[in-house]
């Protein structure tokens, strides 16, 4: 167990919907990292936040939104979903995103089907 | 361009015997750190082990070993006296930093190893 919770475990939803991802780091991490996992793309890092404030960004669609809170947990925003949105997304967190300080630890992924 | 190349797709080893998982990077930065992660059939994301760039000595923890050749861009992983337990796909990263400052990781495609009784 690595500390990092993610829920909902399973998403089954629509073409067109919107749903919302939860993450909670590790207690005493600052930094909250979201990846997407799929066949054919591979693991994509999407966005960083670090203390509430967006850090870096990486292979992120517009649809798709995330926040830090106060509390240091992560929410990700999926909206307008398609089809090729199906993927498994994973929450990470480490420290800092600073050298010797950023091993990220994985949750355990929110599964999600677009029908 | 492709940063981090793990050339074996597919790895099969007898249990009990070591296997070498192989890993090369591509960067510019003098600072940069390499990681391995280990996600089994149920999903998740173990780490495993760590090695950043400035350090001289390669990384142990338990039965794995990060073999890093800072020349030749490589950072492959060793898992000695191999278990059941360790059929998994293995992923290879490396954290550099991107312009601005922020830090952008990044991860191979994986390989898939499998070890036999």
């Known amino acids: 167990d690595s500390g990092v919770t993610q829920t909902p475990k399973h998403l089954i939803t629509a073409t067109g919907q919107r749903v919302t991802l939860r993450c909670s780091p590790r207690s005493g991490d600052l930094s909250v990292y979201w990846y997407q996992q799929s066949l054919d793309q591979g693991l994509q890092f999407l966005i960083q936040y670090y203390n509430g404030e967006e850090r870096a960004k990486g292979n992120i669609l517009e649809r798709f939104s995330a926040q830090q809170f106060p509390d240091l947990h992560s929410e990700l925003n999926l909206s307008s979903l398609e089809l090729g949105d199906s993927a498994l997304y994973f929450c990470?967190?480490?420290?800092?995103?600073?050298?010797?300080?950023?091993?990220?630890?994985f949750g355990p992924g929110t599964r999600l089907l677009v029908l | 361009a492709q940063k981090i190349t793990q050339t074996q797709p597919g790895m099969f080893v007898q249990e009990k015997e070591a296997v070498t998982l192989d890993c090369t990077y591509d960067t510019s930065d003098q600072s940069y750190g390499l990681f391995w992660y280990k996600q089994p059939s149920s999903g998740e994301m173990i780490f495993l082990i760590y090695q950043g760039s400035y350090d001289e000595q390669n990384a142990t923890e338990g039965r794995y070993s990060l073999n890093f050749q800072k020349a030749r861009k490589s950072a492959n992983l060793v898992i000695s006296a191999s278990q059941l337990g360790d059929s998994a796909m293995y992923f290879c990263?490396?954290?550099?930093?991107?312009?601005?400052?922020?830090?952008?990781?990044?991860f191979g495609r994986g390989t898939s190893l499998i070890v036999h009784p």
């Open positions: 990470a967190s480490s420290v800092t995103p600073l050298p010797g300080e950023e091993t990220q630890y």
């Open positions: 990263a490396m954290r550099e930093v991107a312009s601005g400052g922020s830090y952008i990781p990044t």
